[in-house]
Nanobody, 114 residues
Framework: QVQLVESGGGLVQAGGSLRLSCAAS????????MDWFRQAPGKQREFVAR???????NYADSVKGRFTISRDNAKNTVYLQMNGLKPEDTAVYYC????????WGQGTQVTVSS
């Protein structure tokens, strides 16, 4: 089973940028899709972005035009470039690998100050 480790979170001012990374313990080439989710305090975990094995992407409406998901199969890593950050983007961000089962990372905190 693949293991996932997120990194790149931190504190940033509104309007700023961060790039999150999700490093996998083995090749992600054959994994059907890789997702990013987020969970704000007191809220349910919500979908942010997906990239499929074929490279197709889709995004939550709330992040379209600001966030970009990408994958580097050679590095077994998925990225989430986040631009134009807003205070409402504050959350713990998780990556997930969608295969026969879904595997989650431990999360990385993103805090956007106003």
């Amino acid at each position: 089973q693949v293991q996932l480790v997120e990194s790149g979170g931190g504190l940033v001012q509104a309007g700023g940028s961060l790039r999150l990374s999700c490093a996998a313990s083995r090749s992600i080439f054959s994994i059907n899709a890789m997702d990013w989710f987020r969970q704000a305090p007191g809220k349910q975990r919500e979908f942010v972005a997906r990239i499929t094995k074929g490279g197709r992407t889709n995004y939550a409406d709330s992040v379209k035009g600001r966030f970009t998901i990408s994958r580097d199969n050679a590095k077994n890593t998925v990225y989430l470039q986040m631009n134009g950050l807003k205070p409402e983007d504050t959350a713990v961000y998780y990556c997930a690998a969608l295969g026969a089962t879904t595997t989650w990372g431990q999360g990385t905190q993103v805090t956007v100050s106003s």
